[in-house]
């Protein structure tokens, strides 16, 4: 940026000395010659980092749960792929869970961490797995919350682990589906995860009821 500078101490020299109300006019003027010059710190680092990040979750866990406060879907992943349990959050508290469910097996397993969900799709075929009868999986309900693929959805036979995805029954499915919107913190943890006062543990993820599996 080229910027024009002024010689004003010549000016000075061949104008009357001014009085101290001209002084602090000329003081003045200089300043905002100075500051013109100046880049603006807020724009230039509005235009470098571009949209905040989201923000990491807040500490404390939501009672219940193994998952931090500010998450809105929380899931812990149980043996193999078996026993995955689900909860739906809202202002910190549970409203809906633990829900029993199925989650990717060995080889295949439901990757741990946290994420945003990103988009929903009501009637989802899955492009990359097949049925028993060799079709497209059907995935009711999707949630997505990775851009890989990753989502929380119905459908499928209760025998079968899933490809990575965490599976839950029809209506539960439908309720995150209705329920979550894109933005809302989806926590994953592994099953030595602690629970924050869950008092009432209804049992242990090496059970073998309640298995939904599937992709």
């Not at 949209?51 to 990491?56: G, I, N, Q, S």
């Not at 499928?156 to 490809?163: L, V, Y």
Request: glycine share 14%; hydrophobic share 30%; proline share 7%.
């Amino acid at each position: 940026m080229h910027t024009t500078t002024y010689d004003t101490t010549t000016q000075a020299a061949a104008a009357p000395r001014p009085g101290r109300r001209g002084r602090r006019l000329l003081c003045c003027l200089g300043a905002v010659v100075v500051l013109a010059a100046l880049p603006f710190a807020g724009s230039a680092a509005a235009d470098v980092h571009g949209p905040a990040e989201p923000a990491a979750p807040r500490s404390g866990l939501v009672p219940g749960t193994p998952c931090a406060v500010g998450t809105s879907a929380c899931v812990q992943l149980g043996s193999q792929g078996f026993n995955a349990r689900s909860w739906f959050i809202r202002d910190g508290r549970v409203v809906r869970g633990p829900i029993a469910g199925a989650s990717g097996g060995p080889g295949k397993d439901t990757p741990t961490g946290t994420y945003r969900v990103i988009r929903k799709i009501e009637n989802h075929y899955s492009s990359e797995t097949t049925d028993a009868e060799g079709r497209p999986s059907h995935m009711p309900y999707a949630v997505f919350y990775t851009s890989s693929g990753y989502a929380f959805h119905g459908g499928g036979r209760p025998s079968d682990r899933t490809a990575g995805c965490v599976r839950l029954p029809d209506s539960d499915a439908s309720y995150f589906f209705r329920n979550l919107n894109a933005g809302d913190q989806v926590q994953i943890v592994d099953r030595s995860a602690r629970v924050a006062d869950d008092r009432k543990r209804d049992r242990d993820n090496d059970d073998d009821g309640g298995l939904l599996g599937g992709l």
